[in-house]
């Protein structure tokens, strides 16, 4: 049996920084070829009582992120705005969409608050074919 830490893969994102009000973000598009599920966590210093914050998930077909497409949004309500919040957003990628993933957000706070995104994959394991590997 694995560790946690022995079957995920974790990438910083997007480092930790300070992200004015109504001010939308990006993280790094991440390579999802061979990875079973992506999960992103945005981590956002206190927003203030019922401020939210708006994560959208987005696919494209080059790491650069160029044409890329909205797959999902959600938004998280900071119902207390007392304490830092996580927004966590996984996904199974389609060979039906783009081979790399980011999430673009925003928040709605008062004041510039702290964010910062970890993307965690785990990759899916397929064994070779009668002892051939195909490398690519």
Not at 30 to 44: H, K, N, Q, T
Not at 63 to 71: K, M, N, P, T, Y
Not at 74 to 102: E, I, K, N
Request: a negative charge; one cysteine or more; charged letters at 15%.
């Amino acid at each position: 049996m694995n560790r946690i830490n022995e079957e995920l893969v974790f990438h910083t994102a997007f480092a930790p920084q300070s992200v004015e009000a109504s001010t939308e973000k990006t993280s790094d598009y991440i390579d999802v070829s061979g990875v079973e599920e992506i999960v992103f966590l945005i981590s956002v210093s206190p927003l203030g009582a019922n401020k939210s914050l708006t994560v959208t998930l987005l696919s494209s077909d080059d790491s650069s992120g160029s044409e890329a497409e909205e797959v999902e949004t959600a938004t998280f309500t900071d119902t207390v705005g007392t304490a830092a919040q996580t927004a966590v957003v996984s996904y199974h990628p389609s060979a039906l969409r783009g081979r790399y993933m980011a999430v673009k957000f925003q928040h709605d706070g008062a004041a510039a608050v702290v964010c910062g995104v970890i993307a965690a994959a785990n990759t899916m394991y397929l064994p070779a074919a009668n002892g051939w590997t195909l490398v690519v």
